[in-house]
């Protein structure tokens, strides 16, 4: 079976995800089974054919699991979303096919994609633009003490999901032209080995950019992110460990210290090691949201409540589990599949891991090479930030799980991540 084929046998399972969902839901609701359900499976299969198509006549030895992994990723939180409340399902659904556009954009005017290395200080500084949005006043929103979105008239966006792409673009084509120099100029210091200062700059300047966001817009989880990200992408470069050993010291005192200086990092930190204090928990943006989702995850023990099961609301209206669609939607996910379900979940993540660092080890180039190495890392990255948040692993932070919480710009940006995936694997895999 050609490639091709398997991808498109691959998207029936997603199709039918949204079929058995939908139904699941209606039943749990009206103890009815709607034939609305399968209207709407058969939507989402057309869909993703159609992307399918595009793949079939652009990009015929791409990685044939990639696109139905994410499809099933997106058709499993779309159900979700539809769960907590059919009106934010809806928004969901509509960005689901904006994002495929963009996806299918990003496909056909980047068949090159080695001239983005043209243009990488460029895409750097945009990306830093739209780190600092958020802050411009008049535009700029702030959510529990953190500046992540921007608003223009009726439409907001977070612009860190675009900013990540952008930022991995910089750093795969600057480490492609300094590698070498770096590995060759490095001198062991105190049993590690040091980068040469001169090209030591750079990671200076990634570090000290961290911190500013620590500072400047607040978002630990993004600041996190991104730093790992480069240093990921700076032992893939160089093979050094010690390089990365470096970065995470400065970035550890670095974070101590803006820890013990700036109140909000400070409150995130006390929250996620005292949840059950009462006094975090009854501060407004203290510790409930970390605590209420423990107590939601141990409810679902192995198996879960059941689909649909899940007390997200008391009778009065009040919240029980904050944010239920977006930042805590794997709590909710846990709370009704159980542990197997998240279990499952995460699965799907890192075979979608797997396949992206393959490819990164496919590629025929250095810059292909860091720059899937480094759309991998930033995606795993995301996913480690929110499910530790929630599990109480690392604080927790307003980054969105990918293709699953509800959100625009989480969807649009990773789907134009996973296209640049697929055109480096295309490239790595087509016959010499």
Not at 17 to 28: D, E
Not at 270 to 290: I, M, N, R, T
Not at 354 to 372: C, I, N, V, Y
Request: with cysteine; charged share 10%.
């Amino acid at each position: 079976m050609s490639a091709r084929n398997r991808e498109l046998l691959g998207l029936v399972p997603a199709s039918l995800l949204v079929t058995a969902g939908f139904a699941a839901v209606f039943i749990q609701r009206q103890e009815v089974l709607s034939d609305v359900s399968l209207t709407y499976g058969a939507i989402f299969l057309g869909l993703c054919v159609a992307a399918h198509m595009i793949l079939r006549l652009t990009l015929p030895y791409a990685d044939p699991y990639l696109f139905p992994l994410v499809a099933l990723l997106a058709s499993f939180g779309i159900v979700m979303i539809y769960r907590i409340d059919e009106t934010l399902a809806r928004e969901q659904a509509q960005w689901f096919v904006v994002g495929l556009a963009f996806f299918a954009l990003t496909i056909v005017f980047l068949r090159d994609y080695r001239k983005l290395e043209r243009y990488k200080y460029t895409i750097a500084a945009a990306g830093i633009v739209l780190l600092m949005l958020p802050r411009v006043p008049g535009i700029g929103q702030q959510v529990n003490g953190a500046y992540l979105g921007v608003g223009i008239g009726s439409i907001s966006f977070q612009p860190a999901e675009f900013a990540k792409i952008a930022i991995v673009v910089f750093l795969a084509s600057y480490l492609r032209d300094t590698r070498q120099v770096l590995v060759i100029g490095a001198r062991r210091f105190l049993g590690l080995t040091i980068p040469p200062l001169k090209h030591f700059g750079p990671l200076l300047v990634v570090w000290g950019a961290a911190m500013l966001m620590l500072v400047f817009i607040r978002d630990l989880g993004s600041s996190l992110m991104f730093f790992a990200a480069f240093l990921a992408l700076l032992y893939v470069a160089t093979n050094r460990l010690s390089f990365v050993l470096v970065g995470a010291t400065l970035f550890g005192l670095g974070a101590w210290f803006l820890t013990s200086s700036v109140g909000h990092v400070n409150d995130r930190i006390q929250a996620w090691l005292h949840p059950f204090d009462e006094k975090l928990y009854e501060a407004p943006g203290g510790s409930y949201q970390v605590a209420q989702s423990l107590f939601a995850q141990a409810d679902g023990g192995m198996f879960g409540t059941g689909f649909g099961q899940a007390l997200l609301k008391l009778p009065s209206g009040a919240s029980i589990l904050p944010a239920p669609h977006t930042d805590l939607i794997y709590a909710v996910t846990t709370n009704e599949l159980g542990l197997a379900g998240a279990c499952a979940l995460l699965l799907i993540y890192l075979l979608i891991c797997e396949r992206g660092f393959k490819t990164a080890m496919l590629a025929r180039d250095s810059f292909s090479t860091l720059l899937a190495a480094g759309l991998t890392s930033v995606f795993a990255l995301q996913v480690f930030v929110i499910v530790g948040g929630v599990t109480k692993t690392i604080p927790l932070t307003g980054v969105t799980l990918p293709f699953v919480s509800y959100g625009g710009s989480s969807i649009v940006a990773n789907f134009v991540l996973l296209a640049l995936l697929l055109l480096v694997s295309d490239r790595a895999r087509r016959p010499a």
